[in-house]
C-alpha cells in the first residue's frame, strides 16, 4: 500500500510565523505535489516536483516555496504565514507516467492567527 | 471554462437509495485519464477509481460503477444501495498529460446518506 504522511494534522500559527509543512512517501515516487483545499474552490495545486530538487510552479504559488532534498520528501515553506493562508494542505506523489493515480495524505488543517 | 464540472454540490439521500454523482469534462487532447476520489470526513483523498480516454467500458466494484460516455464527455459515478459510510465528498479529475502528471479537480460533490 501506497503510505503519504504529513507531519502535522493541525497547526495554528501567527501571522508573520514561518511555517514548513513535511511530507513523505515511501513508494519511491518521482512526482510529489503539494495542494490547498477551501470551501467553495475545491483543490488548487500550489507546486510539484518531478525529481529531487527540480520543482514547478502550479496554479497558487504566491507566498510559498517548496523543497526536495530527497526523493521521498517535499517540503512546503510559508514564508511569511498570512491569515489568507489558513486552509487545509494535502500532499499527494505519484510514478511518474502520464496518467499515474496520486496518492494523497491525510491533509494538514493549517490556522493561521 | 472549467475542464471538469461537477454540478451537483451537494446531495442527500436516504440509506439503501441508489444514487449517481455527475462528472462532465472538457479536453482537446485524445489521450487522457479520469479519475474519481473520496473524501470523508477525516480528510484524507481516497483513490477510489481511473479510467484511460480510449477505454470506455463500463465499470463495476462492490456498489459502485462508473458510466464512462465520450459521446458526451461525462463519467459519472452510481453508488448503490447507499450506506451511511458513503457520506464523503467526492471529487472527478482529469489528467492530460503534459509536465508533472497534474490534475485538474472539479469541485466535488457531497453526499449525505442519511440513516
Known amino acids: 500500500d501506497v503510505k503519504v504522511t504529513q507531519s502535522s494534522r493541525y497547526l495554528v500559527k501567527r501571522t508573520g510565523e514561518k511555517v514548513f509543512l513535511e511530507c513523505v512517501q515511501d513508494?519511491?515516487?518521482?512526482?510529489m505535489f503539494w495542494y490547498r483545499q477551501d470551501p467553495g474552490l475545491g483543490l488548487r495545486l500550489i507546486y510539484f516536483?518531478?525529481?529531487?530538487?527540480?520543482?514547478e510552479k502550479g496554479d497558487i504559488p504566491e507566498g510559498y516555496s517548496v523543497s526536495r532534498e530527497k526523493k521521498e520528501r517535499f517540503s512546503l515553506i510559508l514564508e511569511s504565514a498570512s491569515t489568507n493562508q489558513t486552509s487545509m494542505y494535502l500532499c499527494?506523489?505519484?510514478?511518474?507516467?502520464?496518467?499515474?493515480?496520486?496518492?494523497f495524505g491525510p491533509g494538514t488543517r493549517l490556522l493561521v492567527l | 471554462a472549467q475542464k471538469v464540472t461537477q454540478a451537483q454540490t451537494e446531495i442527500s439521500v436516504v440509506e439503501k437509495e441508489d444514487v449517481t454523482l455527475d462528472c462532465v469534462y472538457e479536453?482537446?487532447?485524445?489521450?487522457?485519464?479520469l479519475f474519481w476520489y473520496k473524501q470523508p470526513p477525516s480528510g484524507e483523498l481516497v483513490f477510489l477509481i481511473r479510467?484511460?480516454?480510449?477505454?470506455?467500458q463500463n465499470e463495476i466494484s462492490g456498489r459502485y460503477s462508473w458510466n464512462f460516455q465520450k459521446s458526451t464527455s461525462s463519467f459519472n459515478f452510481t453508488i448503490t444501495a447507499s450506506q451511511v459510510v458513503d457520506s464523503a465528498v467526492y471529487f472527478c479529475?482529469?489528467?492530460?498529460?503534459?509536465?508533472?502528471?497534474?490534475?485538474?479537480f472539479g469541485g466535488g460533490t457531497r453526499l449525505m446518506v442519511k440513516p
Open positions: 499527494a506523489s505519484s510514478l511518474g507516467g502520464f496518467g499515474e493515480t496520486q496518492y
Open positions: 513508494m519511491d515516487h518521482e512526482n
Open positions: 516536483s518531478y525529481d529531487v530538487k527540480m520543482k
Open positions: 479536453t482537446r487532447d485524445t489521450t487522457y485519464y
Open positions: 479510467r484511460n480516454s480510449f477505454d470506455e
Open positions: 479529475a482529469l489528467s492530460e498529460g503534459g509536465a508533472g502528471n497534474m490534475l485538474t
